[in-house]
């Protein structure tokens, strides 16, 4: 079976620390000991700092990378339709899509390992199950059936994410897809989805947050 697999990044620029956090987010994803493409769709409060974006960017390691590929979008844009408008450009080219949020850092094998587990699930699914992807599990909370999870923790075929846009396309979707809590009615669509599907799980810390305000995200 020929798995590919990408990352989305989803990212508005308000301030010169923002720019700061995503470098250093793109740079723990272009060490990863397993290489991916990487999709960063991004936004901007001004010109300024779009500017200062380009200035930072340029004296980097990053800039020409060929596994990152960056989509300028013309106005603020939250943080859903980010995801959204590179899905609709991708859908056809990977199987399976990790996230992260443009303020935070894979541990340096997290790709490597979900790739492993990835395959491990596609291998070993029930007949009579849909596999759908992996998650980083906190043994504290158990299982995401049980416990709530950051759609970040989630590496999901892209069809459920399609899926999922679908869903509110067709049921008020400028205003599903703007709402600052999107991304919470997205993890809890994949834990909702029907014993039918098939998930497996990493129980290991892999990804690291930076602690902040969801307001100051994504407005």
């Known amino acids: ?20 956090l995503l470098i250093s987010c793109l740079e723990s994803l272009i060490n990863q000991t397993h290489p991916i493409p990487i999709y960063l769709s991004i936004s901007f409060e001004t010109e300024l700092d779009k500017k200062l974006f380009y200035k930072v960017i340029k004296k980097t390691q990053l800039y020409d990378n060929l596994l990152i590929h960056i989509i300028y979008q013309k106005k603020q844009t939250s943080q859903f339709r980010h995801i959204d408008n590179i899905v609709l450009n991708i859908e056809n080219n990977y199987d399976y899509v990790m996230f992260c949020d443009d303020d935070d850092r894979y541990e340096n094998t997290r790709v490597e390992k979900f790739i492993i587990m990835i395959k491990y699930g596609i291998n070993n699914c029930p007949k009579d199950k849909i596999f759908i992807g992996a998650y980083e599990r906190d043994l504290q909370k158990g299982s995401h059936s049980s416990s709530f999870y950051e759609y970040w923790s989630y590496c999901v075929n892209i069809k459920f994410i399609t899926n999922f846009m679908n869903t509110i396309k067709n049921n008020y979707y400028n205003h599903y897809i703007d709402h600052i809590m999107c991304d919470v009615l997205f993890s809890t669509y994949l834990r909702c ?5 098939y998930f497996v799980s990493i129980n290991e810390k892999l990804y690291n947050c930076y602690r902040r305000c969801r307001v100051c995200r994504f407005k």
Not at 11 to 18: F, G, K, Q, T
Request: glycine share 0%; net charge positive.
């Open 193 to 197: 989805l029907n014993e039918k599907h």
């Open 1 to 20: 079976h020929y798995m590919k697999t990408c990352i989305i990044i989803p990212s508005h620029i308000n301030n010169i620390n923002r720019t700061k």
